[in-house]
């Protein structure tokens, strides 16, 4: 598909959105109209198969968490978002390259609650932060498994926080969804394109 390829030929030297100028967004945007004017799934949020599962982040306007790359002697890793609709749960992952042993992680813990076919309520709920070896961060789904089966990590791996789900609360609209590339776009503006791992 054409839209599609210009899109992630215009995304591709951007690194996620870190290097893009206020030209480049307006260019990325405009591209993510075109192919969200294609979308061949009307009904994300129906299309389980296709939605649910892990994303990596190729592009953002979220200074968020571009932001995480602003950390000294690091930088940003791969960032994943990934979906469990069955459980109504989305789980955000920035992985922080550094030093050795001393690369980091970030990952935030939502619940998901559908209000249309495309869109859903995103309520935050936890917050773990801390180094990759104490977290015994492998992979996202070894981490999530950690998170589902331990309420609470130790201080010694790393902290993990309880988020105000009220306060902590936004959404989330799906307007591109093909068997490996999504666009979304949040109630901050923000526009994130992402590839199905």
């Known amino acids: 598909m054409l839209g599609k390829t210009e899109l992630l030929e215009i995304i591709a030297p951007l690194n996620r959105g870190i290097l893009a100028t206020t030209a480049d967004r307006?260019?990325?945007?405009?591209?993510?109209?075109?192919?969200?004017?294609?979308?061949?799934?009307p009904n994300p949020l129906s299309a389980t198969d296709r939605l649910g599962g892990n994303w990596?982040?190729?592009?953002t306007t979220s200074r968020e968490l571009l932001n995480i790359d602003r950390f000294p002697l690091a930088s940003l890793g791969p960032i994943y978002q990934c979906i469990r609709l069955k459980d109504n749960r989305i789980y955000n992952l920035a992985e922080v390259v550094g030093p050795p042993l001393l690369s980091g992680l970030v990952t935030v813990a939502a619940r998901l609650e559908p209000v249309s076919?495309?869109?859903?309520?995103?309520?935050?709920?936890?917050?773990?932060?801390?180094?990759?070896k104490l977290l015994t961060y492998q992979s996202p789904n070894q981490f999530i498994s950690v998170l589902e089966?331990?309420?609470?990590?130790?201080?010694?791996?790393?902290?993990d926080f309880t988020l105000n789900a009220e306060r902590q609360a936004g959404w989330l609209e799906v307007t591109y969804l093909d068997d490996d590339l999504r666009i979304g776009r949040g109630n901050q503006g923000n526009l994130f394109v992402l590839a199905k791992e």
């Open 26 to 41: 307006l260019t990325v945007d405009a591209a993510a109209v075109r192919l969200e004017e294609r979308n061949p799934t």
């Open 56 to 59: 990596r982040l190729l592009y």
């Open 117 to 132: 076919d495309r869109r859903v309520n995103v309520r935050f709920e936890r917050g773990v932060f801390g180094l990759q």
């Open 149 to 159: 089966t331990t309420p609470h990590l130790s201080l010694l791996k790393g902290i």
